[in-house]
């Protein structure tokens, strides 16, 4: 069974940071995948940032320069920051933990943070 424990939502002015932080437990492949995914409301759930084993990042283009993520793999952990915070940012932000094993695909989610901008 795989845990992912997210922290670090909240409430900021637009222009400020946050920093997201997700945890992950139990039977993790040693090659995988961990991101950030956010969901506002009305819309579909979109892949923030995502960064693998070997440190291979990708962001979704609206963040491009000012979110950062980070993993630890000793804590089996990841790690958002966001600057620059604009008002779409606001969303559910949610931690992800993907890999592939014998030609299956799994996926493994946090409950979710919010993150909330003020204009």
């Known amino acids: 069974q795989v845990q992912l424990v997210e922290s670090g939502g909240g409430l900021v002015q637009a222009g400020g940071s946050l920093r997201l932080s997700c945890a992950a437990s139990g039977r993790i492949f040693s090659t995988n995948r961990m991101g950030w995914y956010r969901q506002a409301p009305g819309k579909q759930r979109e892949l923030v940032a995502a960064v693998t084993t070997v440190g291979t990042t990708t962001y979704a283009d609206s963040v491009k320069g000012r979110f950062t993520i980070s993993r630890d793999g000793a804590k089996n952990s990841v790690y958002l920051q966001l600057n620059s915070l604009k008002f779409e940012d606001t969303a559910v932000y949610y931690c992800?933990?993907?890999?592939?094993?014998?030609?299956?695909?799994?996926?493994?989610w946090g409950q979710g943070t919010q993150v909330t901008v003020s204009s």
């Open positions: 992800n933990l993907a890999w592939k094993e014998i030609g299956f695909e799994f996926h493994y």
